[in-house]
């Protein structure tokens, strides 16, 4: 019903910066929180930064300070502007969105996208 397409990821040296975007399509009446999580091989996935749909951030160490995420509602989607990038970033970069699928059923679901890859060199 609800699909995320991340788009933006790939190899990047030490200190420089990528745009990760996420758009949100499907049968969407709302969507609440939108974030990024990532991945790095052999880890647990993790938090990086939400932001809510009045653009309330959140943000989690290391992220601040490096990156930033944004959102346009109006094109249901999130970016996630990351600098200074650093090889302990390197990661799979998952977003996603709390949806309403429609206004007969309130309930509130997370939606994920397939992940996109993010490899920074030293």
């Known amino acids: 019903q609800v699909q995320l397409v991340e788009s933006g990821g790939g190899l990047v040296q030490a200190g420089g910066s990528l745009r990760l975007s996420c758009a949100a399509s499907g049968t969407i009446f709302g969507i609440y929180t939108m974030g990024w999580y990532r991945q790095a091989p052999g880890k647990e996935r993790d938090l990086v930064a939400t932001?809510?749909?009045?653009?309330?951030?959140n943000y989690v160490d290391p992220a601040k300070g490096r990156f930033t995420i944004s959102r346009d509602n109006a094109k249901n989607t999130v970016y996630l502007q990351m600098q200074s990038l650093k090889p302990e970033d390197t990661a799979v970069y998952y977003c996603?969105?709390?949806?309403?699928?429609?206004?007969?059923?309130?309930?509130?679901?997370?939606?994920w996208g397939q992940g996109t890859q993010v490899t920074v060199s030293s």
């Open positions: 932001i809510e749909h009045d653009g309330s951030l």
């Open positions: 996603t969105a709390d949806v309403i699928t429609t206004a007969l059923d309130l309930r509130i679901r997370k939606y």
